[in-house]
């Protein structure tokens, strides 16, 4: 299944969402003034990269399931590769269905975020996501989509759909 052709159709304004009271977080624009908050979500962030620190490693991620390259080289987000065993209708922080990477100069893959993916057929509504209201879900063909930009900052927010620092 191509995610290219999924993009195309976005029924969500992306370029319209700005989040609002962020602050840095781990080096990460994210949060809001909510102390108590702020603690579960950087405790979530920090759980997902704990989850997928082995995955950073393209050659793992790649023997381990995340091989199917959906979307070729998207402006501003990357390769897109997904573990379809992974895809179903619901949320799990700590086990993201896509690994996104970027090729370096030297043709090396570079690990830059993850997605989720959540079947639209499985959940009608956006999923709950992560505590607070920052992540912001996307309808991409049948699925909604957040991603997380955990090891390259986003001088947007850490769950904006795009980051600006790849061409």
């Known amino acids: 299944m191509s995610l290219f052709i999924l993009f195309a159709g976005c029924e969500s304004e992306p370029d319209s969402f700005v989040p609002t009271g962020k602050m840095k977080v781990d080096g990460f624009e994210c949060c809001d003034g909510d102390k108590d908050l702020n603690k579960q979500l950087l405790k979530e962030i920090n759980e997902v990269k704990g989850s997928v620190g082995k995955l950073q490693n393209f050659d ?4 381990l399931g995340w091989n199917d390259d959906v979307t070729g080289y998207l402006p501003n987000m990357g390769h897109h590769f997904v573990n379809w065993s992974t895809v179903d209708g619901t ?3 700590r086990n993201p269905e896509a690994m996104l990477f970027v090729p370096d100069e ?3 893959w570079e690990f ?14 956006p999923p709950e996501g992560f505590t607070g209201d920052l992540d912001h879900w996307e309808v991409i063909g049948p699925f909604w989509a957040l991603h997380l930009w955990i090891k ?4 947007d927010g850490i769950f ?3 980051n600006s620092r790849l061409p």
Not at 112 to 125: F, H, T, W
Not at 152 to 155: D, Q, R, V, Y
Request: hydrophobic share 30%; aromatic share 10%; no cysteine.
């Open 106 to 108: 030297d043709g090396n």
């Open 60 to 63: 793992v991620a790649y023997s």
């Open 91 to 93: 949320f799990d922080h």
């Open 152 to 155: 390259l900052e986003n001088p």
């Open 112 to 125: 830059v975020a993850v997605e989720y993916l959540v079947l639209r057929s499985e959940s009608p509504d």
């Open 160 to 162: 904006h759909h795009t």
